[in-house]
């Protein structure tokens, strides 16, 4: 298990970007399940929606890319390297995420060719499919 700071020796992200609390589960190169425990302090509960605060799709997706960046920059040849977005593609949204949820966030490299892969990303609330994607990434 990898705690905050543990994250940060991997992963360029500070806050408020660093959209994961903890890694329970990593295989460098090949997967890594995380946690991310959403608050009503996050910042952009401000403004999405005040009224009822909804995590956004995009940030969802950006920390499942993270979960699978600490996979992907944890392998000795990726260390100290970034990992960009290049798309997402097949992007579902099946429940809102909103303060007081724990995501369980899994990703795992289906494909990793030169300087450019894939991964397969769901978020879950308890065993409830909350966003799903696959992620293309560039190696830099």
Same mark, same amino acid.
């Given at each position: 298990?990898?705690?905050? /700071?543990?994250?940060?020796?991997?992963?360029?992200?500070?806050?408020?970007? !660093?959209?994961?609390?903890?890694?329970?589960?990593?295989?460098? *190169?090949?997967?890594? %399940? *995380? #946690?991310?425990?959403?608050?009503?302090?996050?910042?952009?509960?401000?403004?999405?929606?005040?009224?009822?605060?909804?995590?956004?799709?995009?940030?969802? #997706?950006?920390?499942?890319?993270?979960?699978?960046?600490?996979?992907? !920059?944890? #392998?000795?040849?990726? $260390?100290? $390297?970034?990992?960009?977005? *290049?798309?997402?593609? /097949?992007?579902?949204?099946?429940?809102?995420?909103?303060?007081?949820?724990?995501?369980?966030?899994?990703?795992?490299?289906? /494909?990793? $060719? *030169?300087?450019?892969?894939?991964? $397969?990303?769901?978020?879950?609330?308890?065993?409830? %499919? #909350?966003?799903?994607?696959?992620?293309?990434?560039?190696?830099?």
């Amino acid at each position: 298990m990898l705690n905050t /700071k543990q994250i940060m020796e991997i992963l360029p992200h500070r806050a408020p970007f !660093l959209l994961v609390d903890r890694i329970d589960e990593l295989e460098p *190169g090949k997967r890594a %399940v *995380g #946690c991310k425990a959403v608050t009503y302090n996050e910042p952009f509960f401000a403004g999405h929606f005040p009224q009822e605060p909804v995590m956004p799709g995009v940030l969802i #997706c950006e920390a499942l890319a993270q979960v699978g960046a600490a996979a992907l !920059l944890s #392998c000795d040849e990726y $260390k100290g $390297k970034l990992a960009f977005f *290049g798309g997402i593609n /097949k992007a579902r949204f099946r429940r809102k995420v909103v303060p007081g949820d724990v995501l369980r966030l899994e990703t795992e490299l289906t /494909k990793i $060719k *030169g300087p450019m892969g894939i991964g $397969k990303a769901v978020a879950y609330r308890d065993s409830e %499919v #909350c966003a799903e994607a696959e992620l293309m990434f560039m190696i830099q």
